[in-house]
Nanobody, 125 residues
Framework: VQLQASGGGLVQPGGSLTLSCAAS????????IGWFRQAPGKEREGVSC????????YYTASVQGRFTISRDNAKNTVHLQMSSLRPEDTAVYYC???????????????????WGTGTQVTVSS
C-alpha cells in the first residue's frame, strides 16, 4: 500500500493549488481518504476527508468553503483543491487512508492506517 502526494509549492495569498494523492496497492474507494497538515511547531491537523461509503466530505472549520476534496476512481487518486489560500495554510500536507471520517458528525480521526509522503505548501508574498 502506497500513497504519493504531489502538487505542493509556493503560492501568493489568495492563490490556488491542487494537491493530488495517488494510491497503489488498494482502491481509493475502499477506504476513507483524507488530508492532514502540520505546520512548524504545531500539532498535526486533520484538514479534510471523504467517506468511502457515501462520498460525504468533512472539512475543518478553517478551510470550509475554500478547499474541496474529491476522488477520481478511474485514476485511483484523491485531490484537494485549495483556493483563497492564506499564510496560515502553510504546512506540509499529507494524504492518508483508513481514518475515521464521519462528516455528518463533523468528526475526522487523527489516526490513519496508511500515510503518504508529504508535500510542502507555502503561502507567502
Amino acid at each position: 500500500v502506497q500513497l504519493q502526494a504531489s502538487g505542493g509549492g509556493l503560492v501568493q495569498p489568495g492563490g490556488s493549488l491542487t494537491l493530488s494523492c495517488a494510491a497503489s496497492g488498494f482502491r481509493v474507494d475502499d477506504y476513507n481518504i483524507g488530508w492532514f497538515r502540520q505546520a512548524p511547531g504545531k500539532e498535526r491537523e486533520g484538514v479534510s476527508c471523504i467517506n468511502n461509503s457515501d462520498d460525504s466530505t468533512y472539512y475543518t472549520a478553517s478551510v470550509q468553503g475554500r478547499f474541496t476534496i474529491s476522488r477520481d476512481n478511474a485514476k485511483n487518486t484523491v485531490h484537494l483543491q485549495m483556493s483563497s489560500l492564506r499564510p496560515e495554510d502553510t504546512a506540509v500536507y499529507y494524504c492518508a487512508s483508513d481514518m475515521i471520517c464521519l462528516p455528518g458528525l463533523k468528526i475526522m480521526g487523527n489516526h490513519a492506517d496508511y500515510w503518504g509522503t508529504g508535500t510542502q505548501v507555502t503561502v507567502s508574498s
